[in-house]
């Protein structure tokens, strides 16, 4: 079945430490996104990617990065410098158009311990 | 740059009755236009979107949505509820020049039974 999965779906980080989670989409989608939703705040777009090895920062991308080596990845890194990383996570991918839907993975839940 | 306010938090509804969950939004130039819901824990799900053409829109599960450019509303109706109806809902557009879709804050639906 064609979609986008993303890896782990819960994963737990001590404080100082980076932790990556895992976007995979077989859509053969151009676009993908990763979102940081926090209740009562929607949605908000962290970095967003449109071709392969290049990537832009979204609204508040500080305190993470990404990379985009094949179409079909698009890992996200939480780095340590991220001071309040505990959130739901949110992959999506999309054809470039901009009358496209995007497609969403299940979500990671990430909680610093 | 384009947003989406979502003006309610939370809507109540009673099943068999009609529902509406509020959307406005802001861009430059032509909007497009979408709904997803989410279920606890999960990823969205689309629902329908807004390109052009008629300004009453049919989606997934008997949703509709009604643009209304001067009111620059996209509000998500639906005949008759469902318990299996709540969820969360958003909002998002995307104008004409932005590749990545700006969600609003989200609206709690709760269909009583």
């Known amino acids: 079945d064609g979609g986008i999965t993303q890896s782990p779906k819960y994963l737990f980080r001590k404080e100082g430490q980076n932790v990556t989670l895992s976007c995979e989409q077989n859509?053969?989608?151009?676009?993908m996104y990763w979102y940081r939703q926090d209740p009562g705040q929607g949605l908000r777009l962290i970095y967003y990617s449109q071709i392969v090895n290049d990537f832009q920062k979204g609204d508040i991308a500080e305190g993470y990065s990404v990379s985009r080596e094949k179409k079909e990845s698009f890992p996200l890194t939480v780095t340590s410098a991220q001071k309040n990383p505990t959130a739901f996570y949110l992959c999506?991918?999309?054809?470039?158009?901009?009358?496209?839907?995007?497609?969403f993975g299940q979500g990671t839940r990430l909680t610093v311990v | 740059a384009q947003s989406v306010a979502q003006p309610e938090d939370q809507v109540n509804v009673a099943e068999g009755n009609p529902l509406t969950v509020k959307c406005t939004y802001s861009v430059s130039g032509n909007p497009y236009l979408f709904w997803y819901v989410q279920y606890p824990n999960r990823g969205l799900q689309f629902l329908l979107k807004y390109i052009t053409g008629d300004n009453l829109v049919k989606g997934s599960y008997g949703f509709e949505a009604e643009f209304n450019k001067s009111q620059t509303s996209f509000h998500l109706k639906k005949p008759s509820a469902l318990v299996s109806d709540s969820a969360l809902y958003f909002c998002a557009v995307r104008d004409g020049s932005a590749r990545q879709l700006t969600f609003g804050s989200g609206t709690q639906l709760t269909v009583l039974p």
């Open positions: 999506a991918s999309s054809m470039l158009e901009r009358d496209r839907k995007a497609f």
């Open positions: 859509l053969n989608h151009d676009a």
